[in-house]
Each structure stands twice: as C-alpha cells, then as structure tokens.
C-alpha cells in the first residue's frame, strides 16, 4: 500500500471508532485538538452548546479556512458500526464518508506539508441537526480570511453553488368513515399521496443549466390512520425540497406553500434556506482550481452541492466558499456508506498542493508588498 494511503487509513481507522453521533462530540474534538498541536498547530475551542465544543486551528497564517464537522448520524443499521473496515480498495462504516473520510484526507495533507506551511481550520459540531456550530462560527484570530473550502463528499468535483432547502410538516385533513365505504376523496393518507404528487410536479426540480443533475423532493417520513376499518381523517408528513438557484427560495416557498393551502392543509415550516453560487473569480475557487489541476493534471468538475453543509453559514458570514470531498454523497447516512481509499489518497494530494499554493501566494504578496 502507498505510504500516503497508508496514512490516511491509519488516521481514518481512529476517527472512525470514536463514536461521534450528533450531541456527542466531545471527545473526537478532543482527539483532534491533540493530533493538531502534535501538527504545530495553535487550538482554540469554543463551546458553543453544552460539551459540545468548535474547534479552531491555525498554523502560520493562511488566507483560507479548511472546514469540516465533526458529527455523524447514528449507525441508523451500518453493519461495520463505528469502524472503518478496509476491504477490496473501500473503507466502509458510519461517518468514513461523511465526514471523517475527508477529515483523514485533510490530516495526511498537513502532515505531508510540515509545520512551515500555513493552514486555517475549523471543525464544527451539530451539522447533522441544526448546524448550531457552523450557525456560531467565529473565527478567534485577528487576520482576515478570504474564503473556504468545505469538506463533504462530493466524488471530488468541486461545488461552485448550493441548493437551499425548504423543508416542511404537512398536515393533510381527511373524514373518517368505516373503511368498507371506500370513499377515497376523504380518505386523508390517499389525499397526502396526490398533494405529493402535485408538489413532485412543480418545475422547480429541474436544473436549467445541469449542474445539479436531476433533482425531486423527498418525502422522509409519513404518517396516519389506526386500521384498514377505518378511513384515515389525517395524514402527516414531512418533506424536504430542494431550491436551485435560477429559482431561488422565495419563488419556491411560495409556489410550494400555495398549492398546499390550496389542498386545506396545515403545515410548519422547520428549516428554509436559499441558495448560493461562489463567483468564478473567488480567490478560493482560484486557487483550488489550480492546486486540482497540479494535484491531478487535469481540470475539476464544476458541480453543485444538492444537500445543505456548513458553506450556507460561511457564506452568510462572508466567506465566498467552495465544496469538495472523496466519495458519493448517496452512500452517506445509509448502511452501505462506503468510500474509495483511492479517491481520499486524491483528495489529500489536492489539499496539499491547495496548501502549499495559498503558501506561495502569500510569500509572493508579501515580497512585492516590500
């Protein structure tokens, strides 16, 4: 096996059996904190809900912040539990993918880069549930960062926009009657069943210029009726819609919200956030795109992000941020999360040449700056 694919197995084989579900933290953050001060980094954490801390990292100074989080979803039925099992050139187990996979990319880089090249980090906690940690970002030096790379799998094409997300409880209303009766137009479960297809008929699922490929809805979870004696009198549901940006969030949210009104439905919006695009002239997308084709030889995929990571709250804090990680985003919270150790070895060799670039850069500024 390659020394450097070595390396990340090594590293990813210990992030991976410190369980790290969402609310549960503490210690893979602590482990981190040690790993990186064994790195030559200086590290800041900050508890921004009860032991559940941030961390922060800087070694030197950096333009850019490297970000991550830290948590996982629970093992939801993974076979490998909290391991990472390496069998035919995949890693497999809860988290390799999202996101401690990317996490062991990032440390084999920066022990590859040694302590005299600069590095920003950031390591958050609570993505997996309201993202509380990226929401509390602060960066705690003086010294100004021009932007983000964002580690999440995104079969290493680099993500240039975001979908937002508008995801919604529906309540749909029904009449109860005995179940022999059949009457189908009071029956609430099948009523649920044509609001969704309505709502799957909107054309704001298509992406106008194929970057995000072919996106839908998804309906996570549905409920309603006691017995088949019974006509169902409601049925609930929850579904999260995609809002791709030549949409944008206020055209979708009121496309969606009419349509369910018009059904008489009730319903709670739990989470809306619109969309972003990183401009192509970015510094951080600059840079990344040069350090890939060093790394590589070739020249990234521009694609689109369809799921939410901590870039929305990067952004908001203006941070013009970019998407890139190893692996398929399907696999993640599933029981076959899985991911190529090839493609981390990729990765890893892509972040140290995005490292050693921004180090360049920087030297390069300050001798002309003098």
């Not at 106008?208 to 996570?220: A, D, P, S, W």
Request: proline share 5%; with cysteine; net charge negative.
């Amino acid at each position: 096996m390659d020394q450097d694919a070595a390396r990340i197995l090594r590293r990813l084989t210990d992030l991976a059996r410190i369980p790290s579900p969402t609310g549960q933290e503490a210690e893979i953050q602590a482990w981190l904190a040690r790993v990186l001060g064994e790195l030559g980094f200086e590290v800041r954490s900050d508890e921004i809900l009860p032991g559940r801390p941030n961390l922060y990292a800087r070694r030197g100074l950096s333009r850019f912040l490297i970000a991550t989080h830290v948590d996982t979803v629970p093992l939801w039925g993974h076979p490998r539990g909290f391991d990472a099992v390496l069998q035919d050139g995949l890693v497999c187990g809860r988290g390799v993918v999202d996101t401690k996979g990317q996490t062991a990319a990032l440390l084999a880089a920066l022990e590859a880069t040694g302590e005299s090249v600069s590095a920003a980090l950031a390591f958050f906690v609570d993505e997996e549930n309201e993202a509380k940690g990226s929401e509390a970002f602060c960066w705690p030096w003086s010294g100004g960062l021009e932007g983000a790379v964002v580690l999440e799998p995104t079969n290493l094409g680099v993500a240039t926009a975001q979908a937002g997300t508008l995801e919604l409880v529906v309540e749909v209303p029904g009449t109860a009657s005995h179940g022999a009766t059949f009457r189908e137009r009071d029956n609430a479960i099948l009523r649920a069943l044509d609001l969704i297809s309505e709502l799957r008929s909107l054309p704001f699922w298509r992406s106008e210029n194929g970057r995000f490929g072919q996106l839908g809805v998804n309906v996570g979870r549905i409920e309603g009726g006691f017995d088949v004696q019974l006509t169902p009198d409601l049925c609930k549901f929850q579904i999260d819609l995609p809002v791709l940006p030549e949409h944008g969030l206020d055209a979708v949210r009121d496309g969606v919200l009419t349509l369910v009104e018009r059904w008489g439905a009730r319903y709670e919006v739990h989470h809306h956030d619109p969309p972003f695009v990183t401009p192509p002239d970015a510094a951080v997308l600059r840079e990344l795109t040069r350090a890939f084709e060093r790394a590589t030889g070739t020249a990234p995929r521009l694609v689109g992000m369809s799921a939410w990571t901590d870039a929305q709250n990067l952004v908001k804090a203006g941070l013009p941020s970019v998407i890139l990680g190893a692996g398929e985003l399907a696999v993640a919270h599933t029981p076959s999360e899985c991911v190529e150790l090839g493609d981390l070895l990729q990765l890893s060799r892509v972040l140290q040449e995005f490292l050693e670039g921004a180090e360049a850069d920087t030297s390069s500024s300050r001798q002309l700056a003098v």
